[in-house]
C-alpha cells in the first residue's frame, strides 16, 4: 500500500488542467492503485490525481458502493439541484455550502482504455463534480455559497 501526500490549498498543482491519459501504462495503474489507497486512508469519497501532484485527468471515487476509476471523464449530462456542505481533502476540516446538479451522467474510460457511461444521484453526482472540476484547476471553494466552515466530526456509535 503506497500512501501519497495530498496536496492543500495553495499549491500551483492544483489549479492546473491536467494533461489526458492516452494509455494505461505500470505507472498509471500504480498511481489509481495509489490514489485509492490514500483516498481511503484520508476517509474521503473521491481524489484526483492533481491532488497527490499529478496531472493526469484519472479520478477515483467510493461514496460506499465500491470504487470507481474514471480516466479522462467528462460530464455529458446533468439535471435537478441539490445544496449541501461539501469538503475537500485538499482543504482539510473546512467544508462549505455548494450547489451541484442533483443527477450527474459521466463518460470516462475505464482501466483497460474501454469507453463506459456512469449515472450518479446525490453524493455520487456532487462527487463527480468536484472531481472532475479538480482535472481543471478548479476548488470547491471557489462555488462556496457564503463562508467556509469548520468540520465537526462526530464519534460513530457501533
Known amino acids: 500500500m503506497a500512501i ?3 496536496r ?8 492546473k488542467k491536467c494533461r489526458p ?19 481511503y486512508e484520508a476517509m474521503g469519497v473521491g481524489l484526483a490525481a492533481p491532488q497527490v501532484g499529478v496531472l493526469k485527468r484519472i479520478v477515483v471515487i467510493d461514496v460506499g458502493d465500491g470504487p ?8 455529458i449530462e446533468t439535471a435537478g439541484e441539490q445544496t449541501g456542505d461539501e469538503g475537500c481533502l485538499s482543504v482539510p476540516g473546512m467544508a462549505g455550502k455548494v450547489t451541484r446538479p442533483n443527477y450527474v451522467k459521466v463518460r470516462a474510460l475505464d482501466e483497460d482504455m474501454q469507453e463506459f ?3 450518479g444521484e446525490g453524493l455520487l453526482a456532487r462527487a463527480f463534480c468536484h472531481e472532475i472540476d479538480h482535472l481543471d484547476g478548479i476548488m470547491y471553494t ?17
Open 4 to 6: 501519497r501526500t495530498i
Open 8 to 15: 492543500t490549498e495553495g499549491d500551483e498543482v492544483l489549479t
Open 21 to 39: 491519459v492516452d494509455k494505461v501504462t505500470n505507472r498509471i495503474s500504480q498511481l489509481i492503485d495509489d490514489m485509492l489507497d490514500t483516498m
Open 68 to 75: 470507481i476509476v474514471l480516466i479522462n471523464p467528462e460530464i
Open 117 to 119: 457511461e456512469i449515472e
Open 142 to 158: 471557489q462555488f462556496v455559497e457564503g463562508e467556509l466552515h469548520t468540520v465537526k466530526y462526530e464519534e460513530e456509535d457501533d
